[in-house]
């Protein structure tokens, strides 16, 4: 690839898409077979998403320390490391639902586009909108329809929008939803299964046209076939998205991601130990902690 | 192909242990009856009581063959808790038992279609209505729910939403006024307003009365049902770029709608009845007045005290057959809260 190919991924950030027919052997054959499709690097400051320094506490408990990440514009990032370990503590802080929980606090700096999110008088609420969230328990609006549920973002954050079936549509599609509830667009969001609840979810978190979009363990209470699906509507968004993932399961990381940052806690607060292009954190890490855990040593 | 297996519940009583329960409850009336007949114990009450142990006893034999202490233990527990709920259950049934049994016999068209201004009430019975009152007890009731309910509902979402540094003093205010004694209500009313103000006795103030005694019911239940909508739903909305307040309104309230309901229910439970409140502040007439501001007017409650007090049997046949009518009229309101909630929950 290209200089000028680099840039245009960063300026537009969008990637090419190419086909990918190698059938993957390991994990690490699959992440390198990922990143040939993308450039490995820095992050260009200013795009994207940085987070810079960051620390959380849960009252007086150090859960993360010192975190520094760059996020560009259009990669998919996987974040691993064994339970407690501040992954999910983390990506809470990147769109400031962190402080949601009471007695909670933070220090450094997250980024978007070069301003800081957690500066003194910025709307949080815009943030949110451009850094959207799917959790890892699906959680539809129990009182409305699939369509309500995909389309309540407009009316949670105010916003116009002229014609909404074709945003429905489009939502749906992305989230790969669209041919399973398009005749039953008025059921109650409580009758799909789990892993098409889930789905909904990202549709509904799509329809606000987030830049970022946090998924905290999406698969996890999700059977294989779900998680695949999941999976590929993952993939197709990264073209038009930047994507952070907290992820327990490597094979998903290595499938998905085109960076992997490995987080770990030594019963003190957790720390960001590594992170590269997935196929290198796959293949040769260079810090022994994340070698023993993605060999499944610990973990 | 057809299957042949015939579906059956292992689970479920066998005929013998059906056969095992019989005996024992035969047996035990069997010793109730002996009991009572050789000892000085006399009375229904004796019968049940020597019946209740002597089946605990009786049937604790039975079981321990089958099942050890563990069944004996099990069928203890279980007993006692049918006890308790057979008293709970009897003395609701013995109350609507003796107002529907005592009631009726007053209840006729004029009754229920008439007012007392031609009437009074010692006349026969047949003759006079309370009509004007059950006009009066809903007017009441419909101007309390006006005030209370989004008092309350607000109160809880700043207790359960906002968490704001009043909290902690609003809690304690809610808790202490659901303490205050109902006549108190009633006093506050009558001397912060009609002993202060040119207003006099009215349904509107008698309203006012009421809603200090449904504020506390309908916030605490109402705090109770939004502690219950996940949290999950809340985050979810806040992560698509909504307000706090847009959340509540467009996903925490609807997802607590029945439950808000049923607050709004309890709290008319809770002032339906009321008498004490009204007397200061509602005064009485013996016919219709729509005016909510504006003249005194009456309530079921007040009619059965007045009746009551009248002390004839004309007069006190009178105020049972209204309470009777106060069940009634309260059963439909609830029965009406219900279908509202779920109409609009299917649309």
Redesign the interface.
């Known amino acids: 690839m290209t200089n000028s190919e680099i840039s245009s991924i960063n300026q537009n950030g969008t990637h090419m898409s190419e086909q990918e027919n190698a059938k993957p052997s390991s994990l690490s054959d699959v992440a390198a077979n990922r990143a040939e499709k993308k450039v490995a690097g820095t992050a260009p400051l200013g795009t994207g998403l940085e987070a810079r320094g960051v620390h959380a506490w849960f009252d007086k408990h150090h859960a993360l320390e010192d975190v520094s990440l760059d996020f560009s514009a259009g990669t998919v990032t996987a974040l691993i490391g064994p339970s407690g370990c501040g992954k999910s503590t983390f990506i809470r802080t990147l ?1 400031r ?1 962190h402080e ?1 929980i ?1 007695n909670t606090s933070m220090a450094g700096q997250v980024l978007l586009d070069g301003k800081d999110i957690y500066e003194p008088g910025i709307d949080v ?6 850094i ?2 799917v ?1 890892q ?1 699906p ?1 539809p ?4 329809t699939i369509g309500e549920n995909v389309l ?2 407009l ?4 916003l116009k929008v002229s014609n909404h079936e074709e945003l429905l549509e489009e939502c749906l599609t992305r989230a790969g939803l669209w041919t399973e509830v398009k005749d039953r667009l008025g059921a109650h969001a409580g009758g799909l299964s789990g892993g098409q609840q889930q789905r909904l ?1 990202i549709a ?2 799509l329809a ?1 046209k987030p830049k970022v979009l946090l998924m905290d363990e999406p698969c996890s209470a999700l059977d294989p076939g779900s998680t695949l699906r999941i999976e590929e509507t993952i993939s197709q968004l990264s073209k038009s998205m930047t994507i952070v993932i907290v992820t327990h399961n490597m094979q998903q990381a290595a499938r998905v991601s085109d960076y992997t940052a490995f987080f770990l806690s030594d019963g003190g607060p957790g720390q960001m130990i590594e992170m590269g292009p997935t196929n290198e954190i796959f293949s040769r890490p260079r810090d022994q902690r994340t070698e023993n855990y993605v060999t499944g040593r610990f973990g | 192909m057809q299957s042949t297996v015939k579906p059956i519940r292992p689970w479920a009583a066998s005929p013998r242990d059906r056969a095992l329960t019989a005996t024992s409850v035969a047996l035990s009336v069997l010793a109730s009856f002996l009991v009572v007949a050789v000892t000085p114990m006399k009375g229904k009450l004796a019968y049940a009581f020597v019946f209740f142990i002597a089946w605990l006893v009786i049937d604790s034999v039975l079981v321990i063959r089958k099942s050890g202490m563990k069944g004996v233990r099990d069928g203890l527990a279980a007993k006692i808790t049918l006890l308790g709920g057979a008293l709970v259950m009897m003395a609701v049934a013995s109350i609507l038992w003796s107002v529907i049994s005592r009631g009726i016999k007053g209840i006729n068209l004029a009754f229920v279609t008439e007012n007392m201004r031609q009437a009074s009430l010692f006349d026969p019975i047949g003759k006079g209505g309370i009509l004007h009152a059950i006009f009066g007890t809903v007017l009441l009731i419909v101007i309390a729910i006006i005030f209370s309910v989004p008092m309350g509902i607000l109160t809880a979402l700043y207790l359960t939403e906002i968490k704001g540094r009043a909290a902690g003093l609003i809690q304690f205010l809610v808790q202490a006024m659901s303490g205050v004694p109902s006549v108190v209500a009633g006093l506050f009313i009558y001397a912060a307003i009609i002993l202060n103000t040119p207003l006099r006795a009215s349904s509107f103030l008698g309203g006012l009365a009421l809603t200090i005694l449904m504020v506390p019911t309908v916030t605490r239940t109402a705090q109770e049902v939004l502690n219950l909508v996940p949290r999950d739903l809340r985050e979810a909305g806040l992560a698509m770029g909504a307000t706090q307040w847009k959340t509540v309104a467009l996903v925490v309230i609807p997802a607590a709608r029945s439950g808000l309901i049923t607050a709004t229910i309890l709290g008319v439970a809770r002032i339906a009845g009321e008498t004490a409140p009204l007397l200061f502040t509602v005064g009485t007439f013996d016919s219709y007045n729509f005016n909510p501001v504006k003249g005194e007017n009456t309530a079921i409650p007040i009619i059965v005290w007045r009746a009551l007090n009248g002390g004839s049997p004309e007069s006190v046949q009178r105020a049972w057959s209204a309470i009777l009518v106060l069940l009634i009229v309260v059963l439909a309101l609830f029965i009406a809260a219900r279908a509202l909630g779920t109409k609009a929950m299917k649309k």
């Open positions: 769109n639902m949601f009471p609420t815009k943030i949110r909108l451009q959207g969230m959790f328990k959680n609006f129990p009182s409305m309540s973002g009316k949670l954050a105010q979810c509904r978190a606000v």
